[in-house]
Each structure stands twice: as C-alpha cells, then as structure tokens.
C-alpha cells in the first residue's frame, strides 16, 4: 500500500470534498483531494473526509502535518489514506486544514455546492443566525481579507500602481488634484470588492456586510473559506488521445 501511494503521489489530485467538525469551543475544516469526481462522490472517500474533520478537531490540528499524524479509529490519518490509495488507486492527498477557535460569540459554518465549499465564521459578537447569514455570503463573494487594514501593503502598492496607470491613460489634461482623487477613489473601490467588511452584501446588496453586522450587533473576527482544488492546476488530458496511444502499444 504505501509503495503504490509513493507512485501515485506525483498525479494530480484537484477535486474532492471539504468538510467540518464542530465543538463548544472550536471548528474544525479539512479539505481531502481525489483525482475524480466520481471517487469523491463515493461514501467512502466521503466518509474518511469526515472522519479527517472529526480527528483534525480532537488533535486540535491546524495544518497538514498535524492532521496526517492526528488519529482515527487507532491509525493515523496519513496510514489510512495510503491504504485508500493502494485499494482505490487513485492519489489522495490531506490537502489542507484550519482550527477556528470560539471568539467570544459563535462559530458558525457552512457547507455549499456537494461538500465542495466550505466556510467557518468565528463572531465576536452575535448570534449563530448571523454567522450563517456571514458564512453564506462569504462562500458566495470569496472575500479574501477580512478588513482592509489585512490587506497587506506591498498588494495594495502593486494594485495603486495598476490604477495609476490606467488612471493616466483616462485623464490626459485633468488637474494633479482630480487624478490623485480618481486613484484613491478606484483604490478604495478595489480594496472594498475584495474585503468582508467592504462587500455587499450578498442578501442586502444595497448594504455593506460591515453595515449588516454593525444593524445586528455583531462582529466578525475571522473566517476561513476553502473551496476543492482552489489553487491547483488541473491537468487536461485528451482521453482519444489516451486511448490511441494504448492501442499501439498493444
């Protein structure tokens, strides 16, 4: 098993599941990749994929080195997914995982799209309805910042460059003044489109999630969004191609 895990290693594995484990005081989210989307549809890929949660949230796992080593029914998680390979033949791989931790208000979750989007919202203040309402839109919208002030400076300086440019190109002949307003306004724009706070949002398009959570007393202090295969080139494969190449080696 763990020889034909070693040579299955290398293939791409970009579908999957993602899933969560929840207590009192904590959330747990794991994303498990497969090679197809058949296999990741199947109970038993679906199944090691909530029990991969379940033992990331009792390790308290909050990587991929601690989620391999976290245990499940006696065995190791990576043990048990070199067995998968080996029986399945197809690579697997324990992809990623995040423990988010109680805030002082709610930890709320959500699973969308067949396990394949999940999102964990940790309130400091409100209740679990409003993390849910927070957890749908961040899993609808993508925000990849909670506030700008996470946005990180040298991302902020790339993209002001970007505006500058195509700011200059837009406003031949207009005052210093008027373009340096124009930049700013089209860098809070940018930095709004891609922020929790900033977005609207996504049930009250004519509020920002900021204005929603400040109506409902709440307040986020972090989420975590995974989607399957985010991140990984898929490689494309000409199954004529395949076959052909089959038939003349036979």
Do not use: W
């Not at 994303?31 to 949660?53: I, L, P, S, Y």
């Amino acid at each position: 098993g763990a020889a034909k895990a070693v040579k299955k290693a290398g293939r791409t594995a970009a579908d999957g599941a993602i899933a969560v484990a929840a207590s009192a005081e904590a959330v747990a989210i794991v994303e498990v990749n497969c090679e197809t989307d058949f296999v990741a549809k199947g109970d038993e890929f679906q199944n090691f994929t909530k029990a991969a949660a379940a033992a990331a949230l009792a390790a308290k796992a909050g990587n991929v080195e601690q989620l391999a080593a976290a245990k499940s029914g006696g065995q190791t998680l990576e043990e048990i997914r070199k067995t998968m390979v080996a029986k399945i033949g197809e690579n697997i791989t324990l992809r990623r995982a995040e423990l988010v931790m109680s805030a002082g208000g709610p930890v709320s979750t959500y699973i969308h799209a067949g396990n394949r989007i999940g999102v964990v919202v940790a309130l400091g203040k409100g209740d679990n309805e409003l993390g849910k309402d927070i957890a749908m839109h961040v899993a609808a919208q993508r925000p990849q910042y909670l506030n700008a002030e996470q946005v990180p400076a040298d991302a902020q300086a790339a993209e002001r460059k970007i505006i500058e440019a195509q700011t200059a190109e837009q406003s031949a002949g207009k005052p210093p003044e008027i373009v340096k307003k124009m930049v700013e306004g089209k860098l809070r724009k940018y930095l709004s489109e891609i922020t929790l706070l900033g977005q609207a949002f996504v049930k009250d398009p004519d509020q920002t999630v900021e204005k929603v959570l400040a109506a409902r007393g709440g307040s986020v202090v972090r989420f975590v969004r995974f989607e399957v295969g985010e991140g990984i080139e898929k490689q494309a494969t000409d199954f004529a191609a395949e076959v052909a190449a089959m038939t003349k080696k036979h």
